[in-house]
T-cell receptor
Framework: DVKVTQSSRYLVKRTGEKVFLECVQD?????MFWYRQDPGLGLRLIYF???????EKGDIPEGYSVSREKKERFSLILESASTNQTSMYLC??????????????FGPGTRLTVT | ELKVEQNPLFLSMQEGKNYTIYCNYS?????LYWYRQDPGKSLESLFV?????AVKQEGRLMASLDTKARLSTLHITAAVHDLSATYFC????????????FGKGTRLSVIA
């Protein structure tokens, strides 16, 4: 079974803190993604990566950065957390080959509260 | 730009009834995915549809794909309370290695 894990299920941080959200997948997937999910706004893509050290901006990259130093790990960084970044953050991974390797798997999510 | 539209966005249905959720998309694709999300939880993969005419069934849920019409349906048969959740469809660009484009989700509530 594909497993995508996220470092924390719940996180509370103060405004201005630097926040790291970690995501690890165990299926040697090329592609990894960070989304945030807010009520009424659906899933919004923040950043994605299709290879080690590669990153692409998604729909809402402002206020975020990412790091992918190893294939299995994709980190989301909030340089200076703000209250409008309170949200559910979902990591996902997907292979790049044919057939079912295109399927995208999600981690359990991190609910971040910034106070 | 690929756009994915689901309807309805909210659905309240009685136990035992049948209903269909629709997922329309705007450009050519032959890969479509359905996910389920329970409140406070992450997304769980339900179905992967990889070709025109594909049909997959699991329990009371059946998904199908018509690539010519750019339409997928998720049919619910004899709904039960346990099916209450939000259902998302997502479409894949043919070029690969690009993010899935998700619909806004259909929040389903099954009531007695």
């Amino acid at each position: 079974d594909v497993k995508v894990t996220q470092s924390s299920r719940y996180l509370v941080k103060r405004t201005g803190e630097k926040v790291f959200l970690e995501c690890v997948q165990d299926m040697d997937h090329e592609n990894m993604f960070w989304y945030r999910q807010d009520p009424g706004l659906g899933l919004r893509l923040i950043y994605f990566s299709y290879d080690v050290k590669m990153k692409e901006k998604g729909d809402i990259p402002e206020g975020y950065s990412v790091s992918r130093e190893k294939k299995e790990r994709f980190s989301l960084i909030l340089e200076s957390a703000s209250t409008n970044q309170t949200s559910m953050y979902l990591c996902a991974s997907r292979g790049g080959g044919g057939g079912h390797s295109y399927e995208q798997y999600f981690g359990p999510g991190t609910r971040l509260t910034v106070t | 730009e690929l756009k994915v539209e689901q309807n309805p966005l909210f659905l309240s249905m009685q136990e035992g009834k049948n209903y269909t959720i629709y997922c329309n998309y705007s450009t050519t694709s032959d890969r479509l995915y359905w996910y389920r999300q329970d409140p406070g939880k992450s997304l769980e993969s339900l179905f992967v549809l990889l070709s025109n005419g594909a049909v997959k069934q699991e329990g009371r849920l059946m998904a199908s794909l018509d690539t010519k019409a750019r339409l997928s349906t998720l049919h619910i048969t004899a709904a039960v309370h346990d099916l209450s959740a939000t259902y998302f469809c997502a479409v894949d660009m043919i070029s690969g290695n690009t993010p899935l484009v998700f619909g806004k989700g259909t929040r389903l509530s099954v009531i007695a």
